[in-house]
Nanobody, 115 residues
Framework: QVQLVESGGGLVQPGGSLRLSCTTS????????MGWYRQAPGKQRELVAT???????IYGDSVKGRFTISRDNVKNTVYLQMNSLKPEDTAVYYC?????????WGQGTQVTVSS
């Protein structure tokens, strides 16, 4: 079955960096658009960044210029490089794979930005 496994979350100080990874299995990775979403306590899940199977990217307004999404079609993995982290970036970050009406989610990884 399809599996998406996130890793790389943790505790970081404001201004720091983290790199999240989402490794997939059970799917033809190159056919899927991939994305990162996040959900903070008491808030709705929101878009962080997406990357199409062709490599086109979209970013949420709050992370533009600070975060970079990328994909490795050999390793079947999507990455999120997060720089200049702020306390408001604290959330559970989820990986998403989408193809037409199919949509799969990972279990999430916690990112906490605090001094």
């Amino acid at each position: 079955q399809v599996q998406l496994v996130e890793s790389g979350g943790g505790l970081v100080q404001p201004g720091g960096s983290l790199r999240l990874s989402c490794t997939t299995s059970g799917m033809t990775f190159t056919l899927y658009d991939m994305g990162w979403y996040r959900q903070a306590p008491g808030k709705q899940r929101e878009l962080v960044a997406t990357i199409t199977k062709g490599g086109n990217t979209i970013y949420g307004d709050s992370v533009k210029g600070r975060f970079t999404i990328s994909r490795d079609n050999v390793k079947n993995t999507v990455y999120l490089q997060m720089n200049s982290l702020k306390p408001e970036d604290t959330a559970v970050y989820y990986c998403n794979a989408r193809m037409f009406s199919l949509s799969y989610w990972g279990q999430g990884t916690q990112v906490t930005v605090s001094s």
